[in-house]
């Protein structure tokens, strides 16, 4: 699978579950070759307080590259991803009510093991942790466990 394609599937994935929010999908060809994967609750920076993107209830976000390390050569959109593809989660962190008083916020997860193999299996272990996150959310909702400050986020992204 070349790696435009994958890239739209991913981002199918995300949107066919959170049809109203933000995933962004981007190959970084500095220093170290990998993909990086961001999902966000909102949309756009302007649901969120100040505009700030950190002021999203996810913190989430994924690594993809080789068991080798970095992928060999720049990743382009024409580029036919390897089989040896590694999905690790980064940060998997959702803010909710905080446990201690003084605190803002407490967070909540979703668990994940590291996915290794060829795109096909990235694609159905990346769709298993959404379909998840939104259980997820729901759950807290439903518990009382998401924060004034999302309330009204959560509501207008899931109902």
Not at 56 to 75: A, Y
Not at 79 to 92: A, F, G, R
Not at 112 to 131: P, Q
Request: charged content about 30%; aromatic content about 12%; overall charge neutral.
């Amino acid at each position: 699978m070349k790696y435009g394609e994958f890239k739209n599937n991913l981002v199918e994935i995300y949107n066919k579950v959170f049809k109203k929010s933000k995933i962004q999908v981007v190959a970084n060809n500095n220093l170290y070759k990998c993909i990086y994967i961001n999902c966000y609750l909102a949309n756009d920076k302007t649901e969120l307080a100040n505009g700030y993107a950190e002021n999203d209830m996810f913190h989430i976000w994924f690594e993809i590259d080789t068991e080798n390390g970095e992928f060999k050569e720049k990743v382009i959109d024409d580029m036919e991803l390897p089989e040896n593809l590694v999905l690790s989660n980064n940060s998997n962190m959702i803010k909710i009510i905080p446990e201690n008083k003084y605190m803002a916020y407490s967070y909540d997860k979703v668990n994940f093991r590291k996915t290794k193999g060829n795109a096909e299996k990235i694609l159905k272990s990346f769709e298993k942790y959404v379909i998840g996150l939104y259980n997820k959310v729901c759950e807290l909702e439903k518990n009382g466990m998401i924060h004034d400050n999302y309330k009204e986020l959560v509501n207008k992204k899931l109902h």
